[in-house]
Nanobody
Framework: HVQLVESGGGSVQAGRSLRLSCTAS????????MAWFRQSPGKEREGVAG???????AYSDSVRGRFTISLDNANQVLYLQMNKLKPDDSAMYFC??????????????????????WGQGTQVTVS
């Protein structure tokens, strides 16, 4: 039984940083594509970053250069380091897991997000 729990959200001023964490249980990291998504009221869910078990990463155009996704394999924690935050980054952030590779990373560019496992989300507000 895979369980994902996010933490680290909060309210910050524009230009500041936050680091989100996603603790996983019931899974083997190396076998999964892991990702961060976000959704704000009235907008569609948006993929922002993904990472595979071999360490390959990819980012959406809106966060590339500002956000960094990483894995702590020893402790089974997924991170999203968010720097130079903007008001447009305000959203509920979710981590997600999909068995296998991330494929063509289509979920970062408006494609289908075929992820079976989702966390409950953590709110980020940038003012």
């Amino acid at each position: 039984h895979v369980q994902l729990v996010e933490s680290g959200g909060g309210s910050v001023q524009a230009g500041r940083s936050l680091r989100l964490s996603c603790t996983a249980s019931g899974m083997t990291w190396s076998r999964y594509c892991m990702a961060w998504f976000r959704q704000s009221p009235g907008k569609e869910r948006e993929g922002v970053a993904g990472i595979e078990g071999d360490g390959a990463t990819a980012y959406s155009d809106s966060v590339r250069g500002r956000f960094t996704i990483s894995l702590d394999n020893a402790n089974q924690v997924l991170y999203l380091q968010m720097n130079k935050l903007k008001p447009d980054d305000s959203a509920m952030y979710f981590c997600a897991a999909s068995l296998g590779f991330c494929g063509n990373w289509a979920f970062l560019y408006g494609g289908v997000a075929d992820f079976r496992h989702w966390g409950q989300g953590t709110q980020v507000t940038v003012s």
